[in-house]
């Protein structure tokens, strides 16, 4: 019978089909829920007092001070969220959380002045079929170079990756580039990736290749997807993945039942626990 096909895919899910079947069809296909980190909540944090400064903060007036502010609007916001209710963060974790915070936004100031970025939009959200799929992602922040030319930039809160694997991390803003292009007909002259914790800058000039390829493996790993869906088989793979997957107790690599899958281990697990929640469940 074959298990559903998902009707969207956004650009990072793309990726992590590539990077384990298994957790792509616990995430997307199955839609088990995956437990927000501390990370990731301080992630949205930042971007949202980021996209309020561009947004809310008129062009001359986005000084450190009104970041700040911005970043005290945001805070307030995440009060109700759930995603920050989950975390149960004890007064001194929630000092450092804001601490953490602040500061990664201090040291966007070192990457560029705000005041001269022309933008165009923040959380744009954009759809286009790519390839057979309807590809669905939100771009930070879009914007005009001084040639009135397109730059997308995404904000990452997380650490740059090695030299090495430059290429890789900029595959996933590429989309955004090749998005751009399908929804507003125009390719950007550069996307780029603003490492907040570094700080650093990593920048590409999208081509009519660089595009032509992204369409291209975007089409194969849909038709793989598609395949898998067919035949349900998405198989583990194994590796540095594993140390963040909030699945590893329902995956055959580490000894769990897939069947079992309904109550993801927090992502903190240590082998043991998931090796003990998977033992106990069964
Ligand atoms: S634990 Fe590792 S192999 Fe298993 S689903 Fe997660 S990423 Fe894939």
Redesign the pocket.
Known sequence: MGLPVPATLSPSKVSSFKD?G??FR?SVIDRLPEPPTVAATRGTLVHRALELLFWEVPEGERSRAAARAQLDRAWEELQSSPELVHLGLTPEETEAFRSEAEQLLGRYFELEDPDRVRVVGVELMMEAEVGGVTLRGIIDRLELDEDGELVVTDYKTGRAPPMTHEQARLGGVQFYALLCEQVLGRRPARIQLLYLSEPTAIVAIPSEQSIRALRQRTAAVWAAVVRACEAEDFR????R??DW?A??SY?P??GGDPSLAGQPAPADATVAEVTALALDTG
């Open positions: 384990c298994l957790a616990f583990p793979r194994p590796g993945l594993c997957c699945f590893r995956c690599a580490w």
